[in-house]
């Protein structure tokens, strides 16, 4: 054909524009389809009327398959591609590949971050801290990607809802309420409890590991997982944990101080000599209250008995006096006897938490010994039945 094709340009860049005069058969090419002669970058003749996407060079250019347009890696990305090369430079030729896996994990990271946070300053000059600080210091390479992982998980973007969520959330909407201030609030102080519950266990996990790890051998070979290094990340994991519960108690009103974590249930129901469940369950309910779970509190008798005289007479179980002050002696023992049991755990765990191994009783090996401890129980069990009965009279 003898009709010429004007070439529209779509970089950003100044670049001269080609001559070309406008003929009567003029033809646009559309923009979706650009053709760039990949040698000449001021040719201007189409290699074929097929379009053929050009191939990113090793500047910091590339292609947008979307809409067709050549973008510039901004000033961000290029800090990040230094950083990260930075990483494999200073890693060892074992480390190689674990170089380059945490390298693909930071990419991934960074680009599910929001796109303010990418063009951000703020971003350009957390990505030179830690290339500077991984350039000045290499032996805490890995340390440093911690870090600035950590960094980036703060600035995530959150996940977009699909078109048909959004339709459906639509369609299923009921009229606008205004939420009551009240119930809103005790929603989130029980997902603020909740929260907190979960905080304590992962806390007490930590702990117990890091117990695990003081009594452990050290391996002076094995650098990188030695036993010192794992103490260090779990008591900095322990730290955050702490943090986040001192957070929680501020939402909640209280004080870390304050924070106990409940015991397990005294259950008396079922125990041997007392038949009444209704009573039981009384019981039950009242030595599990809050003030006695938190602090393993000892109940009065009076109290007990004034449970068993309240359910005899609400449930008519006819129950003489007489048998209402047994059967309020009888499970005011038990329950002393359960909450006794919680507190020499309690205690015991206390005592034993930096003990490596039990040392071995004498009493094991010297019967004698093993006979006079026996005697002393029993002699010390009588005696406090003695005061027990004294108190009841």
């Known amino acids: 054909m003898s009709s010429e094709i004007e070439i529209i340009n779509l970089s950003d860049d100044n670049d001269d524009e080609c001559d070309s ?54 000033k961000n990305e290029q800090a990040l591609e230094m950083f990260l090369k930075g990483i494999s430079t200073v890693a060892e030729e074992k480390e190689g590949a674990e170089a380059l896996q945490i390298s693909s994990n930071l990419e991934k990271r960074f680009y599910r971050c929001s796109k303010k946070f990418q063009n951000s300053n703020e971003c350009y000059a957390l990505i030179s801290k830690f290339h500077n600080d991984v350039q000045s210091c290499p032996s805490k390479k890995w340390e440093y990607c911690a870090k600035f992982k950590e960094c980036l998980k703060r600035h995530a973007q959150s996940k977009p809802e699909s078109c048909d969520e959004k339709a459906e959330k639509t369609e299923n909407d009921e009229p606008y309420e205004e939420l009551d201030p009240e119930k809103d609030q005790r929603l989130k102080r029980q997902k603020y409890r909740k929260h907190l519950k979960d905080l304590s266990k992962t806390l007490e996990k930590c702990i117990k590991k890091i117990k695990d790890l003081d009594q452990a051998e050290v391996d002076l070979d094995d650098e990188k997982g030695s036993e010192f290094l794992k103490k260090r990340r779990y008591e900095e994991r322990v730290t955050k944990i702490y943090e986040r519960i001192e957070v929680c108690c ?34 039950d309910k009242f030595v599990n209250k809050k003030k006695f779970r938190e602090e393993i509190q000892f109940p009065n008798y009076r109290e007990i008995r004034a449970i068993v005289t309240k359910v005899n007479v609400a449930e008519k179980l006819n129950l003489t006096k007489e048998e209402v002050d047994s059967y309020a002696r009888e499970a005011f ?28 009783d004498p009493a094991d090996q010297d019967p004698e010994l093993l006979k006079k401890l026996m005697e002393n129980r029993q002699l010390a069990e009588q005696r406090v039945t003695e005061v027990k009965n004294c108190c009841y009279k």
């Open 21 to 74: 005069r406008p003929a009567p058969s003029t033809v646009h090419i559309k923009k979706e389809n650009p053709t760039i002669h990949p040698t000449n970058s001021n040719s201007c003749i189409p290699s074929s009327s097929k379009a053929v996407e050009p191939i990113p060079s090793s500047s910091t250019q590339c292609n947008n398959a979307e809409n067709g347009e050549r973008i510039e890696k901004t």
């Open 250 to 283: 501020q939402k909640l009103g209280d004080s870390v101080e304050s924070l106990k974590i409940p015991h397990p249930r005294i259950c008396i129901i079922g125990a041997k000599g007392l038949q009444h469940n209704t009573i039981n369950c009384a019981i």
């Open 333 to 360: 023992l038990i329950v002393g006897q359960r909450i006794k049991k919680y507190r020499v755990i309690e205690v015991k765990k206390s005592l034993n938490d930096l003990i490596s191994e039990a040392p071995n």
